[in-house]
């Protein structure tokens, strides 16, 4: 089995910031064969190693030293289980939103709420993605990875991969795990989460308990709200929300009673977006980067902006909001290399 290799392949069209970058070497994975045959190859030449998949939470180099490997893997399986219980096994490569689409069309539910995440299926247990109450922990059953280590595939199962806000294993592991597979518990019984207040007002009377219902809703907030990449480059959010202890959210109250707060167990989530705003970077531009002019959360490439635009304007709006509220904001998308 020998693997496609491509030098100095171009990776703007691979990244939704847009950024103008070259991967020095750049491959696909399909099959478990082309993970094992790329093991060896980046061994062989001891060449660094980033796996991508959609490339909606990276933020590029002009240059990438080594291979890029796009993990390509495809498959969608359905099994009954007792009850109205489904699991479903996704490839690593399936379009994270199309396969959300195709499991509403058999009638199987639980992951509408995470409607229009850009990306695969392989990277939404990366940084346990989320929107709208809803974690990808909260459905996931398994990940099926290649160990780097052990030389080998396996699951591991949902505590194995210790998810958190914003966070997993493979996050912190990023050299050792390739996911190749990932498998969800879903059902054909609705369970709709209706816990986030503007999708709960987005619903028609009645249709509270129809996941098709609640897949538009969330599409059309998302829609109304989020710039699309593919006209305007950007990774999302570009902050964490911080979490802060209760006495650090009492602190703050008292100095912004307007503050906008989550529970979250017994510390509080902070929603960044809110501090951003308050201190006026809403709309902001400097070089060929900027702040979403409506949402502060965003930050965007308008054309020819490159990392270290983006880097510097992260910084600055990060030291801008330690001063001010004493809280550091944590980047959410990978910086690579
Ligand atoms: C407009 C927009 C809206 C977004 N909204 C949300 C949101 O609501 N909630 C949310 O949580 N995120 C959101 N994101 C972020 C992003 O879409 C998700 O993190 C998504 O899961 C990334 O998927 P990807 O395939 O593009 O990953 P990539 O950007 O290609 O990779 C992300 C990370 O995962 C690693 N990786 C990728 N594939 C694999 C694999 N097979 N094995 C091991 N590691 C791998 C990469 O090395 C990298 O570290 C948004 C992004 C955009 C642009």
Known sequence: MSLQLYSDYPLRRLNTFGFESYAQCFTRLETAGD???????VDEHRLPLLLIGGGSNLILGPKVPGVVAQVAIAGMEL?????????VTLGAGENWHGSIERLLEQGVYGLENLALIPGCAGAAP???IGAYGVEVKDRLEAVEVYDWQQ??????DNAECRFAYRDSIFKHETDRYLITRVRFLLSRQPDCVLSYKPLRDAIEPGQEGNPRAIFDAVCRIRRAKLPDPTLLGNAGSFFKNPIVTAGQYQALRQRYPDMVAYPEGEEFKLAAGWLIDRQGWKGYRQEGVGVHEHQALVLVNYGEGNRQQIERLAERIQSDVLEQYGVQLEVEPRFYP
């Open 35 to 41: 993970v094992i045959s790329l093991h060896r190859y």
């Open 79 to 87: 099994e009954a289980l007792a009850g109205d219980a489904v699991r």
């Open 126 to 128: 990366v940084q346990n």
């Open 151 to 156: 030389r080998r595939f396996y699951w591991l």
